[in-house]
């Protein structure tokens, strides 16, 4: 028995430090369970490999990329110093960076989660905002809790099917209206204080979403965008 499977996708992992000082893996069990139920099979690159290129050519069966969550991207990665209480990992960020440069020359498809969404806008020249406690509409509604988005893509609206969604919310930084890239157009803004919660590539299969679909909430509509990418439709297509 088991899910049927649409989709192989390769799927990028947090790199902490381990309880012995040494850094490991680690790649939540919430996004295989949700991931499978959904159609999408992973296989997890190592953060500390130099041969990207290689796990991309060696499996013709993988035919996409999952930026995951966790970490804070390293701020020396857009022009910003560390600030106390980071979460950095220059390796995550090195073999992510391959990653997309693989997915771009292969034309395939890619989908990135809260911190993924937010590495796709700085490997396209964006910037980040640090701390979103900065930001006064957005103080008390995006840190460990639900709120409401506004899909202002027409593209999005065929496969999503509604304007406005409640979703969770996990971050700290964010992608705003100032600093998203110029190479990327939002699908997606948080109702209250119009931080970007989805963005995508024009003329690549690239997009994003800030809030995290493998986490229960707004179901029904985390459904439709994991099918859009299976499909490759949409931002996707």
């Not at 390769?10 to 499978?36: A, H, K, M, P, T």
């Not at 990329?65 to 390293?74: A, E, M, P, Q």
């Amino acid at each position: 028995s088991g899910y049927y499977i649409d989709m192989w996708s390769f799927i990028s992992q947090r790199n902490n430090v381990w309880d012995y000082g040494s850094r490991c893996d680690l790649l939540e069990n919430s996004y295989i369970r949700y991931l499978e139920e959904n159609g999408i099979n992973v296989v997890p690159i190592p953060n500390v490999t130099n041969n990207v290129n290689h796990y991309v050519d060696d499996h013709p069966k993988v035919k996409a990329v999952i930026l995951s969550g966790g970490n804070d991207i390293s701020p020396s990665e857009y022009g910003k110093k560390p600030v106390g209480g980071m979460s950095v990992s220059q390796e995550r960020d090195r073999v992510e960076r391959k990653l997309l440069e693989c997915a771009i020359h292969k034309r395939i498809p890619v989908l990135g989660i809260c911190r993924g969404m937010q590495f796709i806008n700085i490997f396209f020249g964006g910037g980040l905002e640090l701390n979103l406690k900065s930001i006064k509409e957005a103080r008390e509604s995006h840190i460990n809790c639900k709120h409401f988005i506004d899909i202002i893509e027409k593209k999005a609206e065929p496969f999503f099917q509604e304007k406005r969604v409640e979703v969770n919310s996990y971050h700290d930084q964010a992608v705003t209206p100032e600093n998203l890239s110029t190479r990327l157009k939002p699908f997606a803004v948080s109702t209250d204080s119009k931080v970007v919660e989805g963005l995508f590539h024009p003329q690549y299969p690239i997009a994003g979403v800030q809030f995290h679909p493998e986490r229960d909430e707004a179901k029904e509509f985390n459904a439709l965008i994991l099918k859009a990418f299976i499909e490759r439709k949409g931002f996707w297509g």
